[in-house]
């Protein structure tokens, strides 16, 4: 072992960096996000229109839509995070727990700002909906009742999104690792989200969803149910760090 | 200037061992060559020494501290590899440039552009646009720019032009002269770089060959030029590395260091006696019995 030289460590290098916030990524996405989010927006009352016209207008379209697309986008765009920006931020001088702390703060600001739209997304609805005299139902299968309820709404999409995305960041981690690794992630990331998607009650959008047809949990407490999710939040960002916490940058052929 | 202590490092791919108790220091303050055949462990010695990977066993200190997961030491070094290491290849080079800046405490966006206009890229080309030579040159304005007190450059020219390969080496040297500090850079492509190097790190199978001065490697042999009779008398006895002939008169790289009395019969002889290649010393050394 070679002594360690204190003097030259506190004469030449500078203090630690802390993690900065990870802007690129969190506006990045949450821009891509905001665009689609209109889009999907334009589209639910288009559809809602088009019903009003040709048949009726009933329940919310906005629930159907929200419910069943953007939670693999979340996890689409953390597994990205992991895949690309992991290894391009530790070649440039970070390292993979300063990574791993900025790709923290994105899991939360990038879910949180999407469990925001959604809830806009069910405000604009139901006031579109007031305004033409339509009624405006939710379904079963969620925290809320009412598109009221926003406090409800926005700790059932954050839950919902933090889950998903910590589950695509750990499986974007692990295939970046290797394909075994992604393959095993894959295989144990579920775990979690269908936990957390039995919690809320999910319906549809679910990587499990067929098995409610055997089996469909009593409602729990709210307050259960976003324990549950951020215990499984917690538990799948634990493993991604298994995964990154000495993950080799690989080259272009490997 | 980075201090580099590399003790007894191991790495193993699997089966393979590609770092196998390698030892060395490189005081810093210099431009070292990285010299190695395919497969001889150059790229994981450099990736170890950089935190890309984590060794099997060994130690590799720079400046005295760990270097693995140490963000004092690794916000401090740079290794630009032959695949440019960026987020997405969608990007534009100026949204590169921003990324690599944010992550790199001496970077010189001034000098940054004007390598862009050297190299001859354009700051809206998205890098998937760029040919492999451009690629290669974008790396070495990351590397460069980023003025990382241990650069370390691996394969960096591969791709490049002549022209743009030595304006790479030139660039290397001017601003190393303007901003002294640990460069290695590791080739194949020994002697176009040969001139900038200060020093030598030869490995061949993950073990150290030899670390020395250039000087005092390349005086290690000499070149004798000559009629072709006297060049072969005098190389009579000594390890051949090389040879060529034109008609009467032959060119002969031997390997051993030369006492005064043969620099001295070498010129009786009418002998043109020359430090020896340095491509030439690398092949001998990590040819098949050629370290021994």
Sequence with gaps: MIARTDVAKERRLPPLRNWTFPRRMVEDHLGLAALLWLALLVIVLGVAVGNHIWDSVGGSYWDDAVSSIPQWFVAFMAGYVAYSFLPAQIAHGQTRREFAQEALVYLVVFSAGLAALATIGFGIEAAVFAVMDWPHGIDDGHLFTSSGQVHLIVAEYLIRFLVWSAAGFTVGAGFYRSEEAGGAALAVAWIPVAITEFAIGTLYGSPLVLFRFVWDPPALHPVLIVAIGLLSFAALVWGGWKIIHDIPIKTKSE | ?292
Excluded: C
């Design chain 2, 1 to 292: 200037m980075m201090k580099v202590d590399v003790r007894d490092l191991t790495l193993r791919y699997g089966k393979t061992t590609a770092l196998d108790g390698l030892s060395f220091s490189l005081d810093g303050g210099k431009i070292y060559g990285l010299l190695g055949r395919n497969g001889s462990g150059k790229s994981t010695l450099l990736s170890v020494l950089a935190a890309f990977r984590k060794a099997d066993g060994g130690d590799v200190l720079i400046d005295g501290e760990p270097v693995f997961e140490n963000p004092r030491v690794t916000r401090q070094i740079a290794l630009i590899r032959e695949s440019v290491d960026i987020p997405d290849s969608d990007d534009k080079i100026e949204r590169v440039l921003e990324f690599v800046a944010s992550h790199r405490p001496n970077w010189d966006a001034d000098y940054a552009a004007r390598l862009l206009d050297g190299f001859e890229l354009d700051p809206k080309k998205q890098v998937k646009e760029l040919s492999r030579g451009k690629q290669s040159a974008l790396g070495a304005i990351l590397g460069l720019a980023a003025r990382a007190p241990l650069t370390m450059f691996d394969e960096t020219y591969l791709g490049m032009d002549a022209p743009s390969r030595y304006r790479f080496y030139d660039e290397i040297l001017s601003d190393y002269i303007a901003h002294p500090r640990t460069i290695v850079v590791s080739t194949h492509l020994i002697e176009e770089v040969a001139k900038i190097f200060e020093e030598v790190v030869i490995i061949d199978k993950g073990r150290l060959v030899l670390h020395e001065p250039v000087e005092t490697l390349t005086a290690r042999g000499a070149t004798v030029t000559g009629p072709a009779e006297q060049v072969e008398a005098f190389a009579n006895g000594l390890t051949v590395l090389n040879e060529r002939q034109l008609g009467r008169t032959k060119s002969v790289t031997v390997y051993g260091q030369m006492t005064a009395q043969q620099h001295q019969h070498a010129r009786d002889a009418g002998l043109d006696l020359e430090p020896v290649p340095l491509q030439d010393l690398f092949v001998y050394l990590t040819s098949k019995g050629g370290a021994q």
